[in-house]
Nanobody
């Protein structure tokens, strides 16, 4: 099993930067695809970015492409989301997920078997 815990959320001004972390525990962290999703009040959880367990190009939602960067450090069992040029519409609870998904499925929440509890990100205008 995999347990995930997000951290690094907080308040940031428009145009600012924030780095989210997702610490994983359990077996075979490196064997899981991982991703970031976010959910704003009254909205459905939406895909932000994902990265596979095999070497490949990460996926990004169009809304964050060019601003956010996903990365993973398998030695530290940690997933990161570097958020740059933050916008008020980025305000949401951010969740990390892990699953035995392929690169083509990273944008689907159903591809993830495990989820963290989320971390709040608020971008002031």
């Amino acid at each position: 099993q995999v347990q995930l815990e997000e951290s690094g959320g907080g308040l940031v001004q428009t145009g600012g930067s924030l780095r989210l972390s997702c610490a994983a525990s359990g077996r075979t962290f490196s064997g899981y695809s991982m991703g970031w999703f976010r959910q704003a009040p009254g909205k459905e959880r939406e895909f932000v970015s994902g990265i596979g367990w095999r070497i490949g190009t990460p996926r990004y939602a169009d809304s964050v492409k060019g601003r956010f960067t996903i990365s993973r450090d398998n030695d530290k069992n940690t997933l990161y989301l570097q958020m740059n040029s933050a916008k008020p519409e980025d305000t949401a609870v951010y969740y990390c997920g892990a699953g035995r998904s392929s690169w083509s499925q990273l944008q689907l929440s159903s591809a993830y078997d495990y989820w963290g509890q989320g971390t709040q990100v608020t971008v002031s205008s």
